[in-house]
């Protein structure tokens, strides 16, 4: 018999879980992406969609990981 497991990041987000990742990009938008640069606005928000998707929950850490995959 094969079991099916549902992975966590092959889960959709809650509203709780964009509500984490929406704060988070917020502050780090207006820390370190220019206004004009879309495409680094966009690279931040996959960035920390992905993380939280790979179990990353605490909003410090989270921050502190997308800041460290982007180089900085």
Do not use: W
Request: proline share 3%.
């Amino acid at each position: 018999m094969i079991r099916s497991e549902t992975r966590r990041n092959q889960e959709p987000l809650n509203s709780e879980d964009l509500a984490k990742c929406q704060q988070v990009f917020e502050r780090l938008k207006a820390e370190i992406c220019p206004l004009d640069d879309q495409e680094e606005t966009n690279r931040l928000a996959a960035i920390t969609i992905e993380l939280y998707r790979q179990g990353v929950r605490s909003e410090d850490q989270l921050r502190e990981m997308v800041a460290a995959a982007r180089g900085h």
